[in-house]
């Protein structure tokens, strides 16, 4: 080549080999510094990944509970009203035998009886002893009251005419005066059915007698 006939190109020459030279310098400066490794290690640092978690709303309140009604009041009873009071003029009795009923526990009081003996033959003997009556023994019980003439508030009298056995057993009852309710009445028959007498006495003999008995119904 000939550099004679081009001054400037061993000039351009240099500058060139000067810039490749001095890239080698920093090349060689930077691996003895550590400043590629340093290069290296930012690149290579890991990337940390953070997951950030789903914010969900909050839960939404409880329905309120409706408020239970309040418990109802018992009705009060209505007051007490005593029954009226009903007073019954006792009617005047006159001549009565026999007990008087009312709604207190029986007692062991029995009616008077009047025993009317059974006409008896003449004696044709002298006259003997005296006529007796019969009487009343002490299992006689007083008529009970019936349940619907209590109710009823049902009172009266009644006469039975008694047929009395030479035994002293009730023979027949036959009423001779009603008290007006069949209740009443048919109680009295039944309860002096069930009597038993002392018989009547004739010279001596048990006979059969009539007695007639009044029983007075009245509630006190």
Same mark, same amino acid.
């Given at each position: 080549?000939?550099?004679? &006939?081009?001054? *400037?190109?061993?000039?351009?020459?240099?500058?060139?080999?000067? +810039?490749?030279?001095?890239?080698?310098?920093?090349?060689?400066?930077?691996?003895?510094?550590?400043?590629?490794?340093?290069? +290296?290690? +930012?690149?290579?640092? !890991?990337?940390?990944?953070?997951?950030?978690?789903?914010?969900?709303?909050?839960?939404?309140? =409880?329905? *309120?509970?409706?408020?239970?009604?309040?418990?109802?009041?018992?009705?009060?009873?209505?007051?007490?009203? !005593? =029954? =009226? /009071?009903?007073? %019954?003029?006792?009617?005047?009795?006159?001549?009565?035998?026999? $007990? %008087?009923?009312? +709604?207190?526990? =029986?007692?062991?009081?029995? !009616?008077?009886?009047?025993?009317?003996?059974?006409?008896?033959? %003449?004696?044709?003997?002298?006259?003997?002893? $005296?006529?007796?009556?019969?009487?009343?023994?002490?299992?006689?019980?007083?008529?009970?009251?019936?349940?619907?003439?209590?109710?009823? *508030?049902?009172?009266?009298? %009644?006469?039975?005419?008694?047929?009395?056995?030479?035994?002293?057993?009730?023979?027949?009852?036959?009423?001779?005066?009603?008290?007006?309710?069949?209740?009443?009445?048919?109680?009295?028959?039944?309860?002096?059915?069930?009597?038993?007498?002392?018989?009547?006495?004739?010279?001596?003999?048990?006979?059969?007698?009539?007695?007639?008995? /009044?029983?007075?119904?009245? &509630? *006190?």
């Amino acid at each position: 080549m000939d550099f004679a &006939m081009n001054p *400037e190109r061993p000039t351009r020459k240099l500058v060139g080999f000067s +810039v490749v030279l001095l890239m080698h310098i920093v090349v060689v400066y930077a691996l003895v510094t550590g400043l590629a490794r340093k290069v +290296v290690e +930012v690149i290579q640092e !890991p990337v940390i990944t953070t997951i950030i978690p789903e914010i969900k709303p909050p839960p939404p309140p =409880p329905p *309120e509970k409706p408020a239970s009604p309040p418990p109802k009041s018992a009705a009060p009873p209505p007051p007490y009203v !005593p =029954p =009226p /009071e009903v007073k %019954v003029q006792p009617q005047p009795q006159e001549n009565v035998i026999a $007990a %008087v009923t009312n +709604v207190k526990p =029986p007692t062991n009081e029995l !009616p008077t009886s009047v025993a009317q003996p059974a006409p008896a033959a %003449v004696p044709q003997a002298p006259a003997g002893p $005296a006529h007796t009556s019969a009487r009343v023994t002490g299992n006689c019980e007083k008529p009970e009251y019936p349940r619907t003439s209590l109710r009823n *508030e049902e009172q009266g009298t %009644v006469n039975v005419k008694l047929i009395i056995g030479a035994d002293g057993s009730v023979v027949d009852a036959t009423i001779e005066k009603s008290s007006g309710f069949k209740e009443l009445d048919r109680a009295t028959l039944k309860a002096w059915s069930l009597c038993h007498f002392t018989p009547a006495m004739a010279d001596g003999q048990p006979v059969q007698s009539a007695t007639r008995m /009044e029983y007075v119904w009245k &509630m *006190e």
